[in-house]
């Protein structure tokens, strides 16, 4: 097996918006079938919250879409994130500055970009913090993760020809049925 396709979704705190992009594109790449060849973390560019749970509104808007952040901690971006990773994507161009302040050198800045580059209806590109308002805030954040995500992993399938593995576990889980039945 080669090495995995390493995916980093990053936001500023780390508790709201990046640990839903990982669960929502995992459950996706698991959907397909190609967990086998992605890597796929999650991080924040300040360390207000390092070592919490993801934020319990983030939590509750999780679950009630069938996905849970439990075992999320917060972690924060490093420089050396923007070497180990193939692909680093955003919440909002902010994090872009913030992530980009740390590569001294000018060498992976082909790595960063925005995720809502990949949201057929991107709006101003950036997904918006939701930390200081309601409810509305976190579903609205939830709906534009779950549009780009699906968008997302199409165009990594056709950059990496994927194609061919989608489903490739099928069998095995379809075996796996009927020994329960
Ligand atoms: P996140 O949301 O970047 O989506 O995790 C935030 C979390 C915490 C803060 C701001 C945004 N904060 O200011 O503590």
């Not at 500023?12 to 698991?30: H, M, Q, T, W, Y």
């Not at 959907?31 to 509104?57: M, P, Q, W």
């Not at 490739?168 to 889980?173: D, Q, S, T």
């Amino acid at each position: 097996m080669s090495d995995p396709i390493r995916i980093q979704f990053v936001c500023l705190g780390n508790i709201c918006r990046s640990p839903l992009a990982k669960a929502v594109f995992r459950d996706k790449v698991e959907e397909a079938g190609l967990e086998e060849h992605f890597e796929i973390v999650s991080s924040g560019t300040a360390n207000y919250h390092e070592g919490e749970k993801a934020d319990r509104r983030m939590r509750k808007t999780a679950e009630r879409n069938g996905l849970s952040l439990e075992d999320h901690r917060a972690s924060q971006f490093t420089a050396e994130d923007l070497e180990r990773f193939d692909h680093i994507f955003v919440m909002d161009k902010s994090n872009l500055n913030d992530v980009l302040y740390l590569d001294e050198d000018d060498q992976y800045g082909g790595k960063v970009r925005l995720f809502r580059e990949f949201d057929p209806e991107p709006e101003d590109y950036q997904v918006p913090d939701p930390y200081h308002g309601g409810r509305q805030g976190f579903e609205n954040v939830y709906d534009i993760v779950e549009r780009t995500s699906d968008m997302l992993l199409h165009r990594l399938v056709d950059e990496y020809d994927l194609a061919e593995h989608v489903g490739e576990n099928e069998p095995e889980r379809m075996e796996e049925g009927r020994e329960e039945s």
